[in-house]
């Protein structure tokens, strides 16, 4: 999640578990790939000096859902294993 513009090329991004909201990453843009949405609760509370890695972490979970795999029947991933 991208907390603050930094500058042309340069962004702030945290994710509330590795990166944490106290220490965001520097990130070139060129590196980044931007989706459709937008929070604009995390941006309030980051104006006002209140937001949380919880927070966060709140607001990326769908995201993260839709990036897992889906289990099959036995509860095994679909993966093939080599």
Do not use: Q, W
Not at 30 to 41: D, I, N, R, V
């Amino acid at each position: 999640m991208v907390l603050l513009c930094v500058d042309a090329d340069f962004v702030l991004i945290c994710d509330g578990k590795r990166r944490k909201v106290d220490h965001p990453k520097r990130k070139r843009r060129k590196h980044l790939s931007a989706t459709p949405h937008a929070a604009p609760e995390i941006l309030s509370l980051y104006a006002m000096n209140r937001l949380k890695d919880s927070d966060v972490r709140k607001a990326l979970a769908p995201f993260y859902a839709s990036e897992a795999a889906p289990a099959g029947p036995d509860g095994s991933s679909s993966r093939i294993k080599a």
